[in-house]
């Protein structure tokens, strides 16, 4: 069974904290995500890698980074946790190519009191 | 990255088709439709692809239009663990990053 992994499922973090939101998937795709989803702004592309060491920015990266050491394992980092990010975040993973299908992990629900 | 349109919300009778639209009229020639859903507090799952030609497989049937401006998804036979947000995405020209809309909110009702 094919299988995206995050690290918690629930997150309780401090402002200012640096916050590392693990992600890992065992099918060995190329292609992995970051993504939030907020009430009413549905699910926003915050970073994608297309291969080890490689990163593009999404739609909403101010106040992320991200790192790809292993082609399994995708990283977010909350340099100084805030509360506007508070939110759901999203792995995702798929192979490279037009005619793929992307997996998705169960989230991670991160509150930053 | 062409963008999709689609219904907020919909409707559909337990045990009866549901179909839901999508219009996608800047799509380019070598871009895919994707259909994905999410069920409540859990991440989107895939559903059923396809470029041109209608597809078909064991969870639903997707119809594009000859001028593959739009599409429908069709939900044969509707079930209350059907009832979940669908979102209509159109492949990203760069690699296989997927941008989703708002999607369209399905309820199922018995």
């Known amino acids: 069974d094919v299988k995206v992994t995050q690290s918690s499922r629930y997150l309780v973090k401090r402002t200012g904290e640096k916050v590392f939101l693990e992600c890992v998937q065992d099918?060995?795709?190329?292609?992995m995500f970051w993504y939030r989803q907020d009430p009413g702004l549905g699910l926003r592309l915050i970073y994608f890698?297309?291969?080890?060491?490689?990163?593009e920015k999404g739609d909403i990266p101010e106040g992320y980074s991200v790192s790809r050491e292993k082609k399994e394992r995708f990283s977010l980092i909350l340099e100084s946790a805030s509360t506007n990010q508070t939110s759901m975040y999203l792995c995702?993973?798929?192979?490279?190519?037009?005619?793929?299908?992307?997996?998705f992990g169960q989230g991670t629900r991160l509150t930053v009191v | 990255d062409a963008k999709t349109t689609q219904p907020t919300s919909m409707d559909c009778a337990e045990g009866r088709a549901a179909n839901l639209p999508c219009n996608h009229s800047?799509?380019?020639?070598?871009?895919?439709v994707y259909w994905y859903r999410q069920i409540h507090s859990q991440g989107p799952q895939y559903i059923i692809h396809?470029?041109?030609n209608n597809e078909t497989n064991e969870m639903a049937s997707l119809i594009i239009t000859e001028d593959r401006k739009s599409s429908t998804l069709i939900l044969p036979h509707a079930t209350l663990r059907d009832t979940a947000v669908y979102y209509c995405?159109?492949?990203?020209?760069?690699?296989?990053?997927?941008?989703f809309g708002q999607g369209t909110e399905l309820s199922v009702k018995p």
């Open positions: 995702a993973s798929s192979s490279e190519g037009w005619n793929t299908e992307a997996f």
């Open positions: 396809g470029l041109k």
């Open positions: 890698s297309y291969d080890v060491k490689m990163k």
């Open positions: 995405i159109v492949k990203a020209n760069q690699g296989g990053k997927l941008i």
């Open positions: 800047t799509i380019s020639g070598n871009e895919y």
């Open positions: 099918m060995d795709h190329e292609n």
